[in-house]
């Protein structure tokens, strides 16, 4: 799962979604906070009752945590996305601050293997791992020393693969890497206001994306002028 972005009620009801599957761990893909008005309920939820419950295999920092950890505020294209992440750095408790500085990984890209499989879980791209995502024919680097390529940032669901030239004369001399975005948590921006994550089998190679209801209105009712408007109103369409 990916950018849930200090949502509740999301991650609440993707929490209980979970319930529905045999679940072997969890791949956490960047910016848990900001946004929206929990990002301290978020992070405690988060511990209670994903991490503590299932075996992690990667927790990446995103641009939001870089933003946030390092005061690095200029990476936004946005004044309103500057004064979010200010805002959001006012509020954020110490308790919080610490589980981002010490459980996340803070290059924003980690690479692991899963069942024979090496994987590279990467907040954005290898074009840039915080700021620029990874789309179908924009793929912003070469990956084909990865099987599978975990990646969020642009809150767009996708499930495709790439096949790039190799000397393999089994494989007709094709390389094949898989690249999969679970979409957005928190803040869809895929036109639909439910919130998205992926269940992935490596074993198999299927891919289930999931998009599932929650209280929106409940979590637009935090939003009482502390960041600009349209942070609450995208909510209502997922955009």
């Not at 919080?96 to 990467?122: H, M, N």
């Not at 690249?179 to 439910?194: E, T, W, Y």
Request: proline share 3%; net charge negative.
């Amino acid at each position: 799962m990916s950018d849930i972005h200090g949502n509740l009620q999301a991650l609440e009801s993707v929490s209980e979604d979970l319930l529905l599957f045999d679940i072997r761990g969890i791949l956490l893909l960047g910016d848990l906070i900001d946004y929206g008005m929990q990002s301290n309920e978020t992070v405690a939820f988060l511990r209670e009752n994903i991490t503590d419950r299932y075996t992690v295999f990667c927790n990446i920092r995103g641009n939001h945590e870089r933003a946030v950890l390092d005061e690095f505020f200029e990476g936004f294209s946005s004044a309103r996305g500057q004064e979010s992440a200010r805002f959001t750095a006012s509020v954020l408790n110490e308790k919080s601050r610490g589980y981002l500085q010490d459980a996340l990984t803070p290059e924003g890209q980690t690479v692991f293997e899963l069942d024979g499989k090496k994987c590279l879980a990467i907040h954005g791209s290898l074009q840039d791992p915080y700021w620029k995502a990874i789309a179908p024919g924009q793929l912003g680097g070469d990956y084909r020393d990865y099987d599978m390529v975990l990646s969020g940032h642009s809150h767009l669901p996708h499930f495709f693969a790439n096949y790039y030239e190799t000397q393999d004369a089994l494989y007709r001399n094709r390389k094949k890497t898989v690249f999969l975005n679970p979409g957005s948590v928190g803040q869809p921006r895929n036109h639909d206001p439910r919130a998205n994550y992926a269940i992935w089998e490596p074993e198999t190679g299927e891919c289930l994306m999931r998009s599932v209801s929650y209280d929106v209105e409940k979590a637009m009712s935090h939003f009482h002028g502390q960041v600009d408007d349209f942070y609450r109103s995208r909510l209502q369409i997922g955009i």
